[in-house]
């Protein structure tokens, strides 16, 4: 087994930018034990506010146009490399309008935001490295190339530590979450101009009508499902800082970013699954789709099942006494994350079929949905409410997509019996686990057991082939 995982790329990919991940994205999470100490509640708010916004402009500077490199590679074969080379031209351009923009209304836009004019600068600068970054990792990605973000990855964590402590310890001691922020905006930076040093060298950007014409018509419908996307995993935040306090908003945040744990993996993962679909679909092979993403499905509902049974310990290692409260919120949101993922699935089917307009379509409309649900819950029930409220607006999402991949293909892919019962249990898991909540051995031996035996089961099916599919193997039959 050893020596077919060694030789397997798919596999190999899905390892490596899963470490890369955790590395970059998974930076507050990895370092939340350090940070949740150093930081008061008021500065953890703050900061995650920032990171809210930054979040939102990285869709507008970056224009999503990641996502148009899996179905660019397939349009455009031979000139791929001129394609990612002109494309990126566009986010330069909206960089540039974002800090005009900025600069000009500074007074308007700090008052909206909150931010003062040099955080808004950085947060442009911090938004376009950012995005820079998520389409080189695509670019990357369609070869499962990993070695090369895992080094980025590695040399981000450290120096964006490293730079944190010591602004926080220093110059910027009496305001803790400019010195995270800058902690974050200054390695990212360096990386931008390896990243445009590496991609320009290859090709020298030039202005493409055609290029340009497919990359904006195919990604400008996901800016909207991208800011909506927002609305629906960080707004909650922002509406409980306005409506309960800041203070409530960082416990929100510091349970938002536990979920994190999950979040990276689900995010790494459908970056290999990605190319693999488009592979097995052009093919026509989608019996092979619905063997592997079935075993997928249950892999990561393990995963999210044995998370939950612990949430309570692992919010008291990362974040101390102080978030502790916030266990009651980890598990509606660890439950959300598997809706998350499911609706990856079927929505890889709208991207390969390039119909994102109805991907922007249900994202709006279930974002709406949020913001109206957050507005009268919140008020009433207080910041728990955002994690119910988000839980039921990502199982609709997944339902919309569902449906709408079935009626694009003209078939359904994927085993709805299966994820009926996942769906049910997860929520007996839920409750189960509020009411062991306070029972650490309890919970504990039934994680080991749960874990236990569905390794054995998952070594079972890869002995006896049934994995072959979603590693990359020839299939046999």
């Avoid at 998520?134 to 070869?143: G, H, R, V």
């Avoid at 093919?283 to 939950?308: D, G, H, L, N, R």
């Avoid at 070594?459 to 990359?472: A, H, S």
């Amino acid at each position: 087994m050893k020596s077919k995982i060694k030789t397997n790329k798919v596999l190999q990919a899905g390892m490596g930018y899963t470490i890369g991940n955790y590395l970059l994205k998974g930076i507050n999470l990895i370092t939340l034990p350090i940070f949740a100490r150093l930081m008061n509640k008021t500065d953890y708010g703050l900061f995650n506010i920032y990171m809210s916004y930054e979040g939102i402009f990285v869709i507008l500077i970056g224009v999503t146009l990641h996502s148009s490199l899996k179905s660019a590679r397939y349009e455009f074969k031979n000139e791929y490399r001129k394609y990612v080379s002109s494309i990126e031209i566009v986010p330069m351009i909206m960089l540039a309008v974002a800090l005009l923009i900025v600069n000009l209304f500074s007074g308007s836009v700090t008052q909206v935001t909150g931010l003062n004019l040099l955080t808004l600068d950085l947060l442009m600068i911090h938004s376009y490295c950012s995005a820079l970054l998520q389409f080189y990792n695509a670019d990357l990605s369609i070869d499962y190339k990993y070695t090369s973000f895992l080094k980025i990855a590695f040399f981000n964590t450290i120096a964006n530590v490293l730079i944190s402590l010591i602004l926080m310890t220093t110059v910027l001691s009496s305001k803790r979450y400019a010195a995270r922020i800058a902690g974050c905006v200054v390695p990212l930076v360096l990386i931008c101009i390896y990243i445009l040093f590496k991609l320009f060298s290859s090709e020298k950007p030039k202005y493409n009508k055609t290029f340009w014409k497919f990359g904006v018509k195919y990604s400008l419908p996901i800016v909207p499902h991208g800011l909506s996307q927002i609305v629906l995993s960080q707004f909650d935040r922002i509406m409980i800082n306005n409506m309960v306090g800041v203070a409530e908003a960082g416990i929100y945040s510091f349970a938002f970013n536990i979920n994190t744990i999950i979040q990276i993996l689900v995010n790494s993962l459908d970056t290999v699954y990605g190319p693999w679909y488009y592979e097995k679909a052009d093919k026509k092979e989608f019996k092979q789709i619905k063997e592997v993403s079935t075993i997928y499905m249950y892999a990561m509902w393990c995963v999210i099942v044995a998370v939950m049974l612990v949430a309570p310990e692992v919010v008291l290692i990362l974040g101390g006494k102080e978030y502790y409260e916030s266990r009651i919120v980890v598990l509606p949101l660890l439950a959300c994350t598997f809706f998350t993922f499911l609706y990856l699935l079927p929505s890889t089917t709208e991207y390969y079929l390039k119909k994102t307009w109805n991907i922007a379509f249900a994202t709006s409309c279930i974002a709406v949905l949020n913001i109206i649900l957050n507005y009268f819950f919140i008020k009433q029930f207080g910041y728990i409410a955002g994690a119910y409220t988000t839980l039921f607006c990502y199982i609709c999402y997944f339902l919309f997509h569902y449906l709408m991949a079935k009626k694009l293909i003209g078939f359904q892919q994927f085993d709805t019996k299966i994820i009926a019962i996942l769906a049910v249990l997860l929520f007996a898991v839920l409750a189960v686990c509020y009411v062991l909540l306070d029972l650490l051995v309890v919970r504990w031996t039934l994680m080991i057991l749960f874990v236990s035996v569905n390794v054995l089961l998952l070594l079972k099916l890869y002995k006896t082939g049934k994995l072959k599919g979603l590693v990359g193997e020839k299939n046999n039959e």
